[in-house]
């Protein structure tokens, strides 16, 4: 008898390791007890572990592998006038960003309307590259041709980026040039709570107005409000990117 057990507990376990038993899948605990190109992660089995599992335009998020919204390789995969920026679609940021010929106007890479006042029409300013009613006497600007751009934000960030600090500094001249007192808006595009966003588009005005200030330009010239994401307009990641700025009003 006692020859017989042992056999056939020798059996069972011979019959355990061929038949590479595991738990009930998806549940698992090594990768081998998944199915051929999964992976074992927290105990189940996942098509990826990380964006490095997934095939290029894809990242990995929920253990799934799902296409990256407004992923591009280069500036062709991305709609007219926008810009492809670490691997996504998105606004201009500077004319550095657009192709020669080209500004950035409003975060849309084009060919500008004007450069200077004397490109528009009586009764019209050349702002931001384009001939507009000029709306600097009501915001207590003075007169001048120079034109007061955006500063864009990264995500979630009140950080001014490398290629932002460049702008900054030719808001910096121009509102030397100006003269007068202006507003600094901070703004957020939709996603978070009001108070978040309001705290958020203020802590990027004050940055801004940090900046210009440290770059000459009289800090009481210059108020910083947070408008948070009262006026975003963004549906998606590369509209949403125009909602994140500072604008001088």
């Excluded at 592998?65 to 810009?83: F, L, N, T």
Aim: charged share 30%.
């Amino acid at each position: 008898m006692i020859r017989e057990a042992t056999a056939f507990a020798a059996g069972c376990a011979l019959a355990f390791l061929l038949s590479g038993c595991g738990p009930d899948y998806p549940k698992c605990e090594k990768d081998s007890h998944c199915h051929e190109g999964e992976y074992c992660v927290n105990g189940l089995c996942q098509q990826c572990r990380d964006d490095g599992d997934c095939p290029e335009g894809q990242s990995c998020a929920s253990g799934a592998c799902r296409e990256i919204a407004g992923y591009c390789r280069d500036g062709k995969d991305c709609a007219a006038g926008q810009v492809c920026r670490d691997k996504r679609c998105g606004p201009c940021m500077a004319a550095t960003d657009c192709a020669q010929g080209q500004v950035c106007m409003d975060g849309i890479c084009g060919v500008a309307e004007c450069k200077s006042n004397e490109d528009c029409a009586a009764g019209l300013s050349c702002i931001n590259y384009r001939c507009q009613p000029d709306t600097a006497a009501a915001s207590g600007l003075g007169a001048g041709d120079c034109v007061l751009e955006p500063v864009y934000f990264a995500f979630d960030s009140s950080e001014i980026t490398d290629d932002m600090r460049s702008v900054v500094q030719k808001d910096a001249e121009c509102l030397q040039k100006r003269g007068g007192k202006v507003v600094l808006e901070g703004h957020t595009d939709p996603r978070g709570t009001t108070e978040y966003n309001m705290a958020l588009g203020e802590r990027r005005a004050r940055i801004v107005h940090k900046m210009a200030t440290t770059l000459g330009v009289d800090a009481g010239s210059m108020r910083a409000i947070s408008k948070g994401e009262e006026e975003a307009k963004g549906t998606d990641e590369a509209s949403w990117a125009k909602d994140r700025r500072v604008e001088f009003k």
